[in-house]
């Protein structure tokens, strides 16, 4: 069974910088198109960033292009989000997904995933 673990999250002043990983388990990460999405207390589920299964594509929501990349790494089985220029709106609960996929697509929404991780918390201070 595919099993998806979060880390690097943790407290940072605004302007400063993370990176967060995503270990998948249970098989081979490149059979699988891997997004980020995030929760804020309060506040729906939204999509972060997202990178395809073949050929690197990426897609990012308005609020973080441009501060947010997004990586894979499938050698390691690992995903990964470079945050920089964070800000306190950043704060949420980030939680990464995965779909399995024949197709070099990237995917913004929730339910088109199969599999999550339990999600790590980052928090930016003003």
């Known amino acids: 069974q595919v099993q998806l673990v979060e880390s690097g999250g943790g407290l940072v002043q605004a302007g400063g910088s993370l990176r967060l990983s995503c270990a998948l388990s249970?098989?081979?990460?490149?059979?699988?198109?891997m997004g980020w999405f995030r929760q804020a207390p309060g506040k729906e589920r939204e999509f972060v960033a997202a990178?395809?299964?073949?050929?690197?594509?990426?897609a990012y929501s308005d609020s973080v292009k441009g501060r947010f990349t997004i990586s894979r790494d499938d050698a390691k089985n690992t995903v990964y989000m470079q945050m920089n220029s964070l800000k306190p709106d950043d704060t949420a609960i980030y939680y990464c997904?995965?779909?399995?996929?024949?197709?070099?697509?990237?995917?913004?929404?929730?339910?088109?995933?199969?599999?999550w991780g339990q999600g790590t918390q980052v928090t930016v201070s003003s």
């Open positions: 990178v395809s299964r073949i050929g690197g594509r990426t």
């Open positions: 997904a995965a779909r399995m996929t024949a197709y070099s697509l990237t995917y913004d929404r929730h339910g088109e995933y199969d599999y």
């Open positions: 249970g098989r081979t990460l490149s059979t699988y198109a």
